[in-house]
């Protein structure tokens, strides 16, 4: 199983950007897909995660500016990430959560300039 992701760069503050994390393999009992990040000297945090029902939480940080989705056939989920703050900087990662473990992708930095 692997979870690829791309779509960082660097922009400036209000800009976009749009993550996307691709999973090649089978997983099973899959609870909720989302992404972290994690900023220098912080510790990982949840950005946004999607239940298998569709249903989405977001950190209070991002709520109104993030959006989480997916598209199944494509084993994909994205992260639209609109009006973005010099704080928003960190790599990003995208996480599948199971009733056994949690899988990881490897990063994708996200850097928003003042």
């Known amino acids: 199983v692997q979870l690829q992701a791309c779509g960082g760069g660097s922009v400036q503050a209000g800009g976009s950007l749009r993550l996307s994390c691709v999973r090649s393999g089978i997983i099973y009992r899959i609870n909720r897909m989302g992404w972290y990040r994690q900023a220098p000297g912080k510790q990982r945090e949840l950005v946004a995660s999607?239940?298998?029902?569709?249903?989405?939480i977001y950190a209070d940080s991002v709520k109104g500016r993030f959006t989480i989705s997916r598209d199944n056939a494509k084993n994909t989920i994205y992260l639209q990430m609109n009006s973005l703050k010099p704080e928003d900087t960190a790599v990003y990662y995208c996480?599948?959560?199971?009733?056994?473990?949690?899988?990881w992708g490897q990063g994708t930095q996200v850097t928003v300039s003042s």
């Open positions: 999607m239940f298998t029902s569709g249903s989405a």
């Open positions: 996480n599948t959560n199971t009733n056994y473990r949690d899988y």
